[in-house]
């Protein structure tokens, strides 16, 4: 009767708790009996060098854990340091080029800035153009409500600086058939 009431499903139970039974007794059997120890609290604490022994473990473990990191780290830094290098290194070239394309046509223009105050200089300086401002000044000094007296002087003035202007263009004229004569022989 019992065993025809019993299911398989019933039977599989039996032996998996059979089966735990077994494993609790070689769990149990291999746990320190507590006879051995006095209390319950001091079997659960380890001794006091027990204890250290397994902080000191611990410790060297960390320490070994951390010299690990602190090598991977540096690796791994020196690695970003390599693939910085390499990425920046045709950026710094195309920048030298620039720069040094860069510092030749400043070189040029100032050369070309010097060039045209020099010119301007000699223009504005001429004697004739100095004197007719000079005079038109003492005019206006000399008659400062009545300006139409000195139409005579500024009308000179002005005819001076037409012919500086026209000196001044004609110079740069021939100075660019020299610039370029001089580039075309280089």
Do not use: W, Y
Request: glycine content about 4%; aromatic content about 2%; charged content about 30%.
């Amino acid at each position: 009767m019992g065993a025809a009431s019993s299911s398989p499903a019933q039977d599989s139970q039996s032996r998996a708790s059979a089966a735990q039974a077994k494993l609790s007794d070689k769990v149990a059997s291999a746990m320190p009996s507590s006879s051995s120890a006095p209390s319950a609290a001091s079997s659960a604490a380890p001794s006091a060098e027990r204890q250290s022994a397994l902080d000191a473990s611990v410790r060297d473990k960390i320490a070994a854990e951390l010299r690990t990191l602190k090598k991977n780290e540096k690796d791994v830094e020196a690695e970003m340091r390599a693939a910085l290098e390499r990425q920046e290194a045709p950026e710094k070239q195309a920048q030298g080029k620039s720069a040094e394309a860069l510092r030749q046509q400043l070189s040029d223009v100032r050369e070309k800035i010097e060039r045209h105050k020099s010119r301007r200089a000699g223009v504005e300086g001429e004697k004739e153009v100095q004197e007719a401002r000079q005079r038109v000044l003492e005019c206006l000094k000399n008659h400062p409500n009545t300006t139409l007296e000195c139409a005579e002087e500024t009308q000179a003035f002005k005819r001076a600086v037409a012919r500086a202007e026209k000196g001044f263009i004609a110079s740069l004229s021939s100075s660019a058939a020299q610039q370029e004569s001089a580039s075309g022989r280089a």
